[in-house]
């Protein structure tokens, strides 16, 4: 139900702000601590997503063999996993320093909350995009330990996620149109069209990696960050390109494989050029 390989969107930009914060390397206490709390961050949204879309799920072609709809996980269970979940992250977060404590529940609601946007505005897809963009702000506080220091770097940082993670977001519910005119759905590709969608995405990829170089010149990265950003909007543009000849056929692809290696990627050119 939850996928926990799918982690991969939003931790390695996590651990790219404990990076930044660091200058480095974070101690490896914070290093596990910050881990476990983003997995069980995104384990809490995304088993109160799937509860609350079952109905939902239910009625979508593309969904309906998921476990909730079909009975192989009780929604109690799935309801005491989301609790379970968000209390080790409050509990891990406040291990970490007292302001990410304080500051956890605000975070859920924004996570837990990206579940009803799509109920009644069409911003639920940039909704998507700030849960996971308030990964490297998120990190960076919990090795700074305080609002101390080069604060607008992680919100640069995250406001590129945020961009980024709309823009795939996106392409990914062209999948449901026809299931999202019929349920009255807020979604930007049922209103507007797959041309008007894929425009969209374009500009927001676009955004992405403008936000992510300024960012990596904020930090004065050089050769590294260069070979990463060029890498990153290859796999941008493949993604486009993708859905854009192949259709729908191909945005598992372009989702799972292709805009999956997009963090990584900026990860390991950002830990290569704070260690050159």
Wanted: net charge neutral.
């Amino acid at each position: 139900m939850i996928k926990f390989e799918h982690s991969v969107f939003a931790l390695p930009f996590a651990l790219c702000g404990a990076v930044v914060a660091a200058e480095g390397f974070p101690p490896m206490s914070d290093m596990v601590l910050l881990v476990l709390a983003a997995v069980c961050a995104r384990s809490a949204a995304m088993a109160y997503n799937r509860v609350h879309d079952r109905r939902h799920d239910a009625s979508n072609p593309r969904t309906a063999t998921r476990e909730l709809v079909v009975g192989v996980l009780s929604v109690r269970y799935a309801v005491s996993f989301t609790v379970v979940s968000s209390l080790a992250f409050i509990g891990l977060s406040f291990l970490l320093a007292p302001i990410c404590g304080m500051l956890a529940v605000p975070c859920l609601v924004i996570l837990l909350g990206y579940s009803h946007l799509k109920q009644f505005s069409y911003l639920c897809h940039l909704g998507l995009g700030l849960a996971l963009g308030l990964a490297p702000a998120g990190a960076w506080l919990a090795v700074n330990k305080s609002f101390d220091g080069d604060w607008h770097i992680p919100l640069i940082m995250g406001a590129a996620v945020t961009v980024w993670v709309a823009g795939f977001d996106l392409l990914y519910a062209i999948q449901d149109i026809e299931h999202d005119l019929q349920q009255g759905t807020f979604s930007i590709p049922a209103k507007c069209g797959v041309g008007v969608t894929k425009v969209i995405a374009l500009l927001c990829f676009a955004g992405a990696v403008a936000l992510w170089i300024v960012c990596n010149q904020q930090l004065g990265f050089a050769l590294y960050s260069w070979i990463g950003m060029s890498v990153v909007s290859v796999l941008l543009a493949t993604e486009l390109a993708l859905v854009h000849f192949y259709g729908k056929d191909k945005i598992p692809v372009a989702f799972f494989k292709v805009n999956a290696w997009v963090p990584m990627v900026y990860f390991l050119s950002l830990v290569a050029d704070i260690n050159y």
